[in-house]
Structures are given as structure tokens and as C-alpha cells.
């Protein structure tokens, strides 16, 4: 059976630093390609980061670029998202996501809040 | 701003068919024929419903359709039901082992 599992999430005040982590099982990791997807509070899904199979390509949004930090350990069938100067509107659910077959986790709630 | 666009919102009385548009680039949508469609309920993790332009996964009922003209895909939902409403998302392969997705479009039952 494929699960991500996505951890790391809850509390923390403006500036602040998480770490938020994915494991997966199930599917072969190292073949695919990662993303973090978010979504706000009553908003739609928001795209955050993406790295390759082999961590060559790695992509973020600009709304987190020079914030945020993607990096997998294929090894350990784990994804990372390094969240850094947290914002409040950072605030959402993070989705750990293959986009090729499609598997999603069931996401982390981040809250950015003084 | 999302890679792909997506109308924020389509809506269709039950029995209707409604189709929601996916358009990107000759370097997404346009160059590959790997176009994901996902249904969205909320708190629950989305859900793969359409892969590659046309195809279905084991499950997802065949009032569920995907199709590609260029630089757009489309999805339509045929014989709407109530369950029908929640958020779709598109996603297309964009090369260098890269998707890109859309921002989400909220389809109403009426």
C-alpha cells in the first residue's frame, strides 16, 4: 500500500523555523520526482516546491524562495521542506505529493502565530 | 500565480455534464501527454481521478473524463451529483522531471 506521511507540523511565531518531514512507502521513491503543495485557510492548493528524483532539479515558489528549503534523503524514503522566517501567511496545510502516479499525503497543519 | 489556469469556479444542476479547462503552455500541457486531474473534498486528501490526458484509476466512475487540444486540457464530469462538488486541481508534466499544477477550480452542484 502507498502512504506519504507527512510530520513536523504545529505551532510557531512569526520568524520562526519548522521542519517538515515525509515518509514514504510503498512505491519506489527514488524514481520520482517530489513536491510540497499547501493550502491556506478557505484558499485553494498552492504549489511550494519541487525536486527531482535525484535532487538535480529543485524548483520553489517565490512567495517562499530563499525561505524555504527542499532536500530528500531517497535512502531513508524521506522528503524535507526546511521552513524558515516564517510568515504568517505561510499558515496551511503542506501536502507531500508525486505527482507522476499522483499520491498524496494527508498533510501537515502549519501555524504561523504570535 | 499558478503555472496552469483554472476558472476559480464552474457549477452544473444534478444530471448536467460541466467541463472545467486546464491551460498551460507548449511546455507543459502542450508537450506531454501526462495530465492529472484531482478531486478535492474538504479535510480530506486529494484524490487522483484522471491521469495521463484520459485515463481513469481502478474506482473513479467513468462520468469522470479528460481530454487535451493544444495547450489546454479539460475535465468534464458528466450526469452531475452531489457529490460532485469540491475543488479540481490539473497537473501536467513540464519536463527536467518537474509538474507544474493549477490553482483549483470549485465546482457547485446546484
Known amino acids: 500500500e502507498v502512504q506519504l506521511v507527512e510530520s513536523g507540523g504545529g505551532l510557531v511565531k512569526p520568524g520562526g523555523s519548522l521542519r517538515l518531514s515525509c515518509a514514504a512507502s510503498?512505491?519506489?521513491?527514488?524514481?520520482?520526482?517530489m513536491n510540497w503543495l499547501r493550502q491556506a485557510p478557505g484558499k485553494g492548493l498552492e504549489w511550494v516546491s519541487s525536486i527531482s528524483s535525484s535532487s538535480t532539479h529543485i524548483y520553489y515558489a517565490d512567495s517562499v524562495k530563499g525561505r524555504f528549503t527542499i532536500s530528500r534523503d531517497n535512502a531513508k524514503n524521506s522528503l524535507f521542506l526546511q521552513m524558515d522566517s516564517l510568515r504568517a501567511e505561510d499558515t496551511g496545510v503542506y501536502y507531500c505529493?508525486?505527482?507522476?502516479?499522483?499520491?498524496w499525503g494527508q498533510g501537515t497543519l502549519v501555524t504561523v502565530s504570535s | 500565480q499558478s503555472a496552469l489556469t483554472q476558472p476559480p469556479s464552474a457549477s452544473g444542476s444534478p444530471g448536467q455534464s460541466v467541463t472545467i479547462s486546464c491551460t498551460g503552455t507548449s511546455s507543459d500541457v502542450g508537450g506531454y501527454n501526462y495530465v492529472s486531474w484531482y478531486q478535492h473534498h474538504p479535510a480530506k486528501a486529494p484524490k487522483l481521478i484522471i491521469y495521463e490526458v484520459n485515463k481513469r484509476p481502478s474506482g473513479v466512475p467513468d462520468r469522470f473524463s479528460g481530454s487535451k487540444s493544444g495547450n489546454t486540457a479539460s475535465l468534464t464530469v458528466s450526469g452531475l451529483q452531489a457529490e460532485d462538488e469540491a475543488d479540481y486541481y490539473c497537473s501536467s508534466y513540464a519536463g527536467s522531471n518537474h509538474w507544474v499544477f493549477g490553482g483549483g477550480t470549485h465546482l457547485t452542484v446546484l
Open positions: 505529493v508525486c505527482a507522476g502516479p499522483g499520491y
Open positions: 510503498g512505491f519506489t521513491f527514488s524514481s520520482y520526482s
